[in-house]
């Protein structure tokens, strides 16, 4: 590979990891983002409002890379995230935050897809393999590097800082791609499925509406939350007949005759919920009940993302042993749900080190579901259907992840809501969450008695959070004996291009 292509190859990685990079910093500048902003009630639409569009979007990317060209396709995503961070950093409310980070996901959707077709149109198969290696060290860089780089700018500098980061990253990754790389103009006649990308957005946008308000902000039985769940049912029926019809589907239909590929998918949204406990609600805990400043609660998830890396690296070098992975997709199931339990131990006066060290067990039941699954789900496709099949890890994980958020994020809320009601008075509690009194250093300048009750009802949210998260863990733990077993390709298909495993928040 010659210097100017291994110049510009550096570039294309530097665009690719500024997405994983900025999930990863949100988790511990949330606390402060709330306090400053305000609108607690609405701070997991921070990270759902980016992985909706972010989910929909990546497979237009490819085409478009089809369609426009590689390097056209991928600097526009570049620019079009960047423009998402810049509007996001100078937010000044949290509706603001919540529209700018869509723009951020409409672009950060085609940072991985064109950096991996890049990869493969420009360099060979024996060098390209290589490279995803290197590609495969530097996600759990980005995985355990994120939230420690987002509680040191939220602590020295501002939270705004978490997005301003991307400014700089990812202008330079456009120059060195726009200057070093050269391609000659080739397009491939490719439908763009837009129809099937609308109505998946609205489905995802249907369901987190439907998660965040339902018994919360209306009640169960009132028309918004019966006409957004119509507005799924009714999205997501259209949705299946388009996608029995398009010529070139986002997500073939005919992958899911087979069982384990479907219940790979499965799997792969519940890995993605519960990765969001570990990216963006456990540094809440740290910071509101602990009283841990933004850089500590950094530091207090890494076990969290260790346990994620070491358990992904770990079983797929047991796959490329053994050849065996059903029964890692069953101890991972086994492993997440054991891990969100032990999340209920987390109290207001629980020791600082033994709750970092809880959220170990389960970070690796999510590393262990994320590698099987992605072995079972490219094993289970046939070599036509490969690259539909690797987009599917990455459109469920994103899933899986935005509808966790809003789960979760409304469990969280609503559980804590009641223990401040309950305490404090409707009242009272409604400032608090309403205004900026939810940050470290707000909490402990306020009485003593609303001290106790915040630190209380972050605890009581915690422990919705982990049951939700262990039904999730049970749920993969038992949909994973189902799992046919067959013996792994020993070789590559020309057909399919090299993979990576994504890691998205």
Request: aromatic letters at 6%.
């Amino acid at each position: 590979m010659s210097r100017s292509l291994y110049v510009g190859v550096i570039g294309v990685i530097l665009g690719m990891i500024t997405a994983p990079l900025d999930g990863m910093m949100l988790g511990p500048a949330l606390p402060v983002i709330v306090g400053d902003l305000g609108g607690a009630q609405d701070f997991s639409w921070v990270m759902t409002a980016y992985l909706v569009p972010m989910a929909a979007a990546t497979p237009i990317w490819g085409k478009l890379g089809d369609l426009l060209g590689r390097k056209p396709a991928y600097l526009s995503a570049i620019g079009l995230f960047l423009l998402g961070s810049a509007l996001a950093g100078m937010s000044q409310e949290m509706w603001h935050l919540i529209a700018f980070r869509v723009v951020q996901g409409l672009g950060g959707g085609g940072l991985m897809v064109g950096a991996l077709a890049l990869i493969a149109e420009l360099v060979p198969p024996r060098q390209s393999a290589r490279l995803m290696g290197l590609f495969g060290v530097i996600m759990p860089v980005a995985l355990i590097a994120g939230p420690l780089l987002g509680g040191v700018f939220t602590e020295q500098l501002s939270w705004r800082w978490a997005f301003y980061i991307n400014l700089p990253i990812g202008t330079l990754a456009a120059l060195l791609v726009a200057a070093m790389i050269r391609l000659e103009p080739r397009r491939i006649n490719a439908r763009i499925d837009a129809a099937g990308a609308l109505l998946l957005t609205v489905v995802l946008v249907a369901l987190s509406l439907l998660a965040s308000w339902a018994g919360t902000r209306y009640t169960w039985a009132s028309a918004p939350t019966l006409g957004l769940a119509a507005t799924a049912v009714v999205a997501l029926a259209v949705f299946l007949r388009v996608e029995r019809r398009a010529a070139e589907p986002i997500v073939p239909l005919r992958l899911f005759a087979d069982r384990s590929f479907t219940l790979a998918q499965i799997l792969r949204l519940t890995a993605g919920a519960a990765m969001m406990v570990f990216a963006a609600f456990l540094p809440l805990y740290m910071q509101l009940a602990k009283g841990a400043t933004p850089t500590a609660s950094g530091l207090l998830i890494l076990p969290a993302m260790l346990g994620m890396v070491a358990a992904s690296v770990g079983s797929g070098q047991l796959i490329s042993r053994t050849g065996r992975y059903r029964r890692l997709a069953i101890v991972g199931g086994a492993a997440l749900s054991v891990g969100m339990l032990a999340l209920l131990a987390l109290e207001p006066d629980t020791n600082l080190a033994l709750a970092s060290a809880l959220s170990l067990p389960g970070g690796a039941g999510v590393g262990l579901i994320m590698q099987s699954t992605t072995i079972i789900t490219i094993n289970s496709a046939p070599p036509r259907d490969m690259g539909a099949a690797s987009g599917s890890v990455t459109l469920w994980h994103t899933m899986g992840a935005s509808l966790g958020s809003a789960v979760l994020g409304a469990v969280y809320t609503s559980r804590m809501s009641a223990t401040l009601d309950d305490r404090l008075g409707v009242e009272q509690a409604g400032r608090i969450l309403s205004g900026g009194e939810l940050t470290a250093d707000a909490v402990q300048r306020l009485p003593g008695v609303a001290q106790d009750a915040i630190r209380a009802g972050v605890a009581d949210g915690v422990h919705g959070m982990a049951a939700a998260g262990a039904t999730l863990g049970a749920v993969a733990f038992a949909l994973a004996w189902f799992i046919r077993e067959t013996a792994l390709r020993d070789r590559a298909t020309p057909e399919s291009t090299p993979t990576l495993e994504e890691h998205h928040v």
